[in-house]
């Protein structure tokens, strides 16, 4: 003879079994796309010729807003280790450092001349990267002063 439930008990709806399928099929696509070897290539090569900088300041600040995509002195943070996030944090250095390089003065840095524009426009940072990044947000006084430096270092288009 069948067992029959109670009219009360709880009965699994089609959308909670959607959902929890969902859900399972998202953490098993999150674990699988972990073994991506892309995005883990955390190396930091040498730095062989910085600019001449036109001030310790102008250095400092560019420490702080530029270097983690722009030279060889990039810090990875714990989300860097995690993709997707992985895969965004090593493109955005690759193309930094394909880009211009401050560790690498000693080759030809053809995007040097436009690196004051850029900021100044805003093109740089890239989006987003000030919200993970609280000390890339510089006051009013310091953006004039790395702009400027920018200006004095890298040359004016």
């Not at 600040?61 to 530029?66: F, G, K, N, S, W």
Request: glycine share 4%; aromatic share 8%.
């Amino acid at each position: 003879m069948e067992e029959k439930k109670p009219a009360d008990a709880p009965v699994p709806s089609r959308r909670r079994r959607i959902l929890r399928r969902i859900g399972i099929g998202t953490l098993v696509l999150f674990v699988l796309i972990q073994a991506v070897p892309y995005g883990r290539n955390h190396t930091n090569p040498p730095v062989v010729q910085e600019p001449k900088w036109d001030s310790p300041t102008t250095r400092a600040l560019a420490v702080r807003t530029c270097f983690d995509c722009h030279s060889n002195e990039s810090h990875w943070p714990w989300y860097s280790h995690v993709a997707p996030a992985s895969w965004l944090v090593q493109n955005h250095v690759d193309e930094g450092r394909r880009r211009m390089n401050f560790s690498e003065f000693q080759r030809s840095q053809k995007r040097a001349a436009n690196a004051a524009e850029e900021y100044e426009s805003e093109d740089m940072p890239v989006e987003g990267y000030t919200w993970l990044h609280a000390e890339a947000r510089l006051s009013d006084a310091e953006r004039t002063q790395l702009l400027e430096g920018l200006k004095a270092t890298l040359g004016k288009k």
